[in-house]
């Protein structure tokens, strides 16, 4: 592949081939900001189309799964070492410590992280009366509880980034509070408020050396399901793209609101 242009991003001297738009060393490999997400296996979903994303970008994309996708796989073929897949549960600190353990010896670094996995009960749509409540514990320990782990194994990665490193939990406006309106999705919401109370609690702990930014954010109303009955307005692939260029604007907003709507504005806890 001919190197044809030569910039500087994230303090790095990177050179670029037009004809493939990877970003590559001048040794020749492929070279970018390094961006995590988590929740990857689904081609119709936010977090496969964040991948998506990053690699037309010409970034380095780490896709976190659960279990093999054959989608994914494909995506591999494509776009080859600029695609790491790892695989961890984000219920389970082992999982995601070993998980980390091993990127850790496949790159030095990453820039963006984005917690974008998410699992809800089976009474999800149920309401408080006809609801198993057994099932609670484990919505909120995969969504809010899953991505501080996340964070707090690829830590030291996030740190070494030559710049500032962004940490995005995907959140809902249905972990409003103030905003809440539902009888039903009790454990949904529960979780999103409970990632929205953790992303303050890491804004706190981040926020004397603002090397680390964090915000939670409302995604957008989106068809992650694929179906074409599917009301919301945003297919995946275009919520994907809303998000990366509102995440390059907001990468060194330190001060700003915390909850945002993709829009960028701010939403009430
Ligand atoms: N759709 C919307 O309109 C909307 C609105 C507001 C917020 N959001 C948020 O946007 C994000 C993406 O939504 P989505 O509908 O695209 O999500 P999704 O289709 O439900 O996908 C979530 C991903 O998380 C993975 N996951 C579940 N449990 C996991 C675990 N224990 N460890 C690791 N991964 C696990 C799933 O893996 P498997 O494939 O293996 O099951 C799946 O790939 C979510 O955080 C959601 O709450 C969506």
Redesign the pocket.
Known sequence: MALVGKRVAFGRPFCYNENDGYVLSERGMVMGRNVMV?????PY???FNMVLRYLEAGDRVVAT???ESADLEKLKEQYGDQLIILT????SSDSVNKAAEKLAGEIDHLDLLIN????VSPDCDKEFFDANLDYIARAID?AAV?PMRVIKAFYPLLKKSDDVSLIIN?S?EAGSISKCYRRNMIDYGMSKAALNMATMNLVNTFKKERKINIFCI??G??R?NGRDDNP?PLS?YEAAGILQGLFDKKWKDFDGPRFITNDGNAYPF
């Open positions: 988590t929740g990857t296996g689904r979903a936010l977090g799964v659960r279990k961890m549960d984000i219920g974008n996995a998410v699992t995969v899953g995907v809902s409302h995604p109303w989106i992650t919301a995946s």
